[in-house]
């Protein structure tokens, strides 16, 4: 399976850029591969999105593997600092 987070490039919220910026940088020190999907390029992809994490209100960032849906930001922040990284992204 493989890692998918679903992110914005166009957003104006700075809170949404830091998340994902701090997202990526965790993923990238860990040595985990992930492959990004920007839902501002391909609107079907934030379909998905919603699709997977069960909330038609659903927004970036959004974390998959798959077809599982691991969660969202502040439910990966919890897996951190719990050090349940491994576990949240079912890997």
């Not at 079907?44 to 999105?49: A, P, Q, S, V």
């Not at 919603?50 to 927004?59: G, S, V």
Request: aromatic share 10%; charged share 30%; proline share 3%.
């Amino acid at each position: 399976m493989v890692l998918t987070v679903f992110y914005t490039s166009v957003t104006g919220s700075r809170e949404t850029k830091k998340q994902q910026e701090r997202l990526f940088s965790v993923l990238d020190s860990k040595g985990i591969a992930y492959q990004k999907k920007d839902i501002a390029a391909e609107s079907e992809l934030k379909d998905k999105m919603r699709f997977l994490a069960n909330d038609p209100k659903a927004l970036p960032p959004q974390i998959s593997n798959g077809e599982q849906y691991c969660g969202d930001f502040n439910a990966f922040e919890e897996a951190v600092e719990c050090g349940t990284l491994e576990q949240f992204l079912k890997i």
